[in-house]
C-alpha cells in the first residue's frame, strides 16, 4: 500500500514538474511570439536584411554642338564564390589567360578565400566578358557597376570637374548640374548570410532608379581646346607659372570657354578642385582703366584731345609716389588710355573722385556676386576704403586695390562690347529628361546699363587703336580685328606692398572690333624675361580670336563635316589630319570630307517612326560613328577608343529612338578585321 502511495506521489511530482516545464516554454514562447514578437522580429531583420541603393544612371554633360563632356558607361566586374576545390582549379586553369592573369597566383589567390566573395577583375571589356561566359563556369559571376568618362580630358577637366569613388559630384560643372545630372537611386531587398555576404531577395519587389538628365552646357568645346593650346603655347615660351582664360558670347552672357593652365600639378585622372579662371583672384593691373575711361566720359569730365602732363614717370598723390614704366610727358587724354599712363590716369581719376569711382566699378560688377553661383565662385575684393584719398583713388585707377576672376573681367569687356549692357553669366543652356523632352531651358538675362551709346562708341574707339598702334600693337596679326586693353599689374607681396619681380601680364577685349561676338580675357601669371600684357597675353588673345574665326568660316564654307578633335581621347583613326589654314601643328583637324548626314528614313525597317535599325558601324572611327549615331537621334557611350570593333545592341538590331548604344572601340586596326 505505502509502495502504492510513493509511486502516485512520485508520479504527480513528476506531473507537477514536467507540466511546469509545458507550463514555462509555452509562456516564453506567448513572450517571445506574442508580447515581445515585433521587437525579435525588428532584430532579425536588422541582423539578417538589407536593402541595398541600385545606382541611377547618371546624365551625360554635353556642350552647346552635342559633344558630350562627362558621360556614364556600365562597367562589368567578375568575382568568383565557391567552396569547390575542383571549380577552383577550372577557373585558374580556363579563366586565367583570357583574363592575363597568372594561373598559379589566381589559384592561390582563390584557394585562401574559398567560400568568400573574391574579384578576379574590374572593369574588364565586353570582348573578354564575353569569352568568360562562353566558358560556361557558374562559380564565376558578374556585376555591373557604373564608370564616368571624360573624353576630352584636361581639354575642360577644371571646368567639368569629377566624382569621388562614390560617384559622388564633388567638383565643376558636375557639382553645379548635379540636382539635374544624378537622378534617383532605386531600391533592392537582399538577405545576408553568417559570413556577411548579401544575396538579393528578387521575390521581394524592387524600386527601380530613375535615370539622371542630360544638361547641355554652353561651352563650346572646339572654342575650349583652341584656348587650351594658346594659353599653353603661351605660358611655355614666356616659362610662366600659370595661365587662364575665359571667353563669352557678347550679347547673352553665355561662357564659351573656360580654361586654366598648371604646369607644375600633372594629375592622370585630371581631377583638378577648382576652376581658377572663376574661383581665383587676381588684381587687373590696367586692364581696369577701361572702366575709369568709360566712367570719366559717362560723366563728361574728359575731353579725349585735350592734354594732360604724365609725370615723366612719376607723381606724388597725397605725398606717395606712383610710378610709371615709362616717362611721358604731355600726352592727350586719349594717348593716357592708348599707351596706358599710370600717372595720367590717376590724375584724371581725381576728376572723378573716389566715391564716384568705387560706385562706377561696384556697377560693373567688382566686388559682386556674378549671379552664376558656381561652386567656390567669389565675388572679388573691392572694399569701401577707411579714408577717400587722393592716392586711394589714383592706386584704385590702375587696378590696384581691387581683385577679380577672369570671368568677372570677361565680363567687364563684354559690357563695352553690348553697347553698355551688363549681362549675367550663363553657363548652362538647356536641360533634357532621358526620354528626350526639354526640362528646363536658360535664357540670357540683362543685369543693367552701365554706359550710354555715346560713351561705348568713344570707348570702342580707344580699345581698337590700343591694337593698333598702343600697348597692344605687338599682338596684331593678319587677318584679325580685334579690340581690347593690355595689363601688367605687380603681384601683392607677402610682406605688404607689391612686389616687383612678379607680375600678373593679361589682355582683355573682344572680336570681331566692328560687330563684337565674342569677348573675353586671357592671363599669363610671372612671365619671365617680359612681363607687358600686350606682348605676352595679347598674342595669346589674337591666336585664339583668329583660330576661331578661321574655324566658323570653314564651317561655313566646307559642305563636308568638320570636328575638332582632342588627341586626348582619339588615339587612333584613318581620318585626314589638315593644318592647311593653320600653321601651328598643335591644332589637330579632323575632316570626313565625305561625310554626309544620314536619314533616319533609312534605318527605319519596321515602319514605326519611333524605331530605327542600328547600322553596321564596324570599322568606321569613333568620331564617325558617333555622329552617325547622333544624327539618328541616338545616345552614345564609347568603350576604348580608335575604331569600332563592335556595338551594344548588336548591328541590323531595332533601338527606340533616344537609346543609348555603347561603340566597343579598339586602337588595333586587326582587332576590327577579326
Known amino acids: 500500500m505505502k509502495t502504492e502511495k510513493l509511486r502516485l506521489s512520485r508520479f504527480i511530482i513528476f506531473f507537477i514538474i514536467v507540466t511546469g516545464c509545458f507550463a514555462l516554454i509555452a509562456g516564453r514562447f506567448f513572450q517571445v511570439q506574442v508580447l515581445e514578437g515585433h521587437e525579435y522580429s525588428l532584430k532579425f531583420q536588422n541582423q539578417c536584411w538589407r536593402s541595398t541603393s541600385v545606382k541611377a544612371h547618371r546624365g551625360t554633360i554635353y556642350d552647346r554642338n552635342g559633344n558630350p563632356l562627362a558621360y556614364t558607361i556600365e562597367t562589368e566586374n567578375l568575382f568568383v564564390q565557391t567552396e569547390s576545390e575542383e571549380a577552383i582549379k577550372k577557373i585558374s586553369n580556363d579563366a586565367a589567360p583570357i583574363l592575363k592573369l597568372s594561373k598559379p597566383e589566381l589559384y592561390k589567390k582563390l584557394m585562401d578565400r574559398k567560400g568568400k566573395r573574391t574579384y578576379i577583375a574590374h572593369k574588364i571589356d565586353p570582348i573578354i566578358s564575353g569569352k568568360i561566359r562562353a566558358l560556361e563556369i557558374p562559380e564565376i559571376h558578374s556585376e555591373i557597376e557604373f564608370d564616368r568618362v571624360y573624353p576630352y580630358n584636361s581639354a575642360v577637366s577644371s571646368l567639368v570637374g569629377y566624382l569621388n569613388h562614390e560617384f559622388e559630384a564633388k567638383a565643376g560643372a558636375e557639382l553645379y548640374c548635379d540636382k539635374y545630372l544624378k537622378g534617383r537611386d532605386g ?368 564651317k561655313n564654307e566646307n559642305s563636308g563635316y568638320t570636328v575638332y578633335a582632342s588627341i586626348d581621347v582619339l588615339k587612333s583613326g584613318e581620318e585626314a589630319v589638315s593644318n592647311k589654314d593653320n600653321e601651328d601643328k598643335s591644332e589637330v583637324v579632323i575632316e570626313h570630307a565625305n561625310y554626309k548626314p544620314v536619314q533616319k528614313s533609312e534605318y527605319n525597317k519596321s515602319g514605326d517612326s519611333d524605331l530605327v535599325q542600328l547600322p553596321d558601324l564596324k570599322g568606321k572611327s569613333a568620331r564617325e560613328a558617333v555622329s552617325i549615331l547622333h544624327d539618328l537621334g541616338l545616345k552614345c557611350s564609347l568603350d576604348g577608343a580608335g575604331y569600332v570593333v563592335g556595338t551594344l545592341p548588336a548591328c541590323g538590331e531595332l533601338a527606340v529612338i533616344g537609346a543609348r548604344v555603347m561603340l566597343i572601340c579598339s586602337d588595333s586596326k586587326k582587332e576590327v578585321d577579326h
Not at 597675353?537 to 589674337?542: E, K, Q, T, V, Y
Request: hydrophobic letters at 35%; aromatic letters at 10%; proline letters at 5%.
Open 187 to 554: 531600391m533592392r531587398s537582399c538577405i545576408k548570410d553568417g559570413s556577411g555576404e548579401l544575396y538579393p531577395v528578387f521575390s521581394q519587389p524592387l524600386i527601380e532608379p530613375i535615370e539622371g538628365n542630360d544638361v547641355y552646357l554652353t561651352i563650346d568645346v572646339e572654342y575650349q581646346q583652341i584656348l587650351q593650346e594658346e594659353i599653353r603655347k603661351a605660358v611655355d615660351k614666356w616659362s610662366a607659372i600659370g595661365g587662364m582664360g575665359v571667353l563669352m558670347e557678347v550679347a547673352t552672357g553665355r561662357i564659351l570657354a573656360v580654361y586654366h593652365y598648371d604646369p607644375e600639378i600633372e594629375d592622370p585622372h585630371y581631377k583638378y578642385p577648382k576652376a581658377k579662371a572663376i574661383t581665383d583672384l587676381f588684381e587687373p593691373g590696367s586692364t581696369f582703366k577701361t572702366i575709369v575711361f568709360a566712367a570719366l566720359l559717362e560723366e563728361g569730365l574728359i575731353d579725349l584731345n585735350d592734354t594732360i602732363y604724365a609725370g615723366e614717370g612719376s607723381f606724388k598723390f597725397n605725398g606717395i609716389r606712383v610710378h610709371d614704366d615709362k616717362e611721358l610727358d604731355v600726352i592727350t587724354q586719349a594717348e593716357a588710355f592708348i599707351l596706358s599712363s599710370n600717372v595720367a590716369t590717376g590724375r584724371l581719376a581725381l576728376r572723378l573722385g573716389p566715391k564716384k569711382l568705387y560706385r562706377y566699378a561696384r556697377e560693373a560688377g567688382f566686388g559682386l556676386p556674378s549671379g552664376l553661383e558656381f561652386p567656390g565662385e567669389v565675388n572679388g575684393r573691392l572694399h569701401k576704403p577707411e579714408v577717400w584719398s587722393d592716392y586711394y583713388c589714383a592706386l584704385l585707377s590702375i587696378g590696384h586695390e581691387v581683385s577679380a576672376s577672369s570671368l568677372q573681367m570677361a565680363r567687364m569687356f563684354g559690357c563695352i562690347a553690348n553697347e553698355g549692357h551688363l549681362m549675367k553669366p550663363l553657363l548652362m543652356d538647356r536641360v533634357i529628361s532621358p526620354t528626350g523632352g526639354t526640362i528646363e531651358r536658360f535664357y540670357p538675362e540683362k543685369e543693367r546699363d552701365i554706359f550710354s551709346d555715346r560713351t561705348i562708341s568713344k570707348l570702342k574707339e580707344l580699345c581698337k587703336i590700343v591694337v593698333d598702334t598702343g600697348t597692344a600693337k605687338y599682338a596684331k596679326i593678319d587677318g584679325i580685328d580685334f579690340a581690347g586693353k593690355t595689363g601688367t599689374a605687380e603681384k601683392p607681396s607677402e610682406t605688404g606692398g607689391y612686389d616687383k619681380s612678379r607680375y600678373i601680364a593679361s589682355f582683355g577685349g573682344y572680336f570681331p572690333a566692328l560687330d563684337p561676338q565674342i569677348c573675353g580675357i586671357v592671363i599669363i601669371d610671372e612671365p619671365e624675361k617680359i612681363n607687358y600684357g600686350g606682348i605676352t597675353a595679347g598674342p595669346a588673345f589674337a591666336n585664339t580670336a583668329k583660330r576661331i574665326i578661321d574655324l566658323e568660316k570653314r
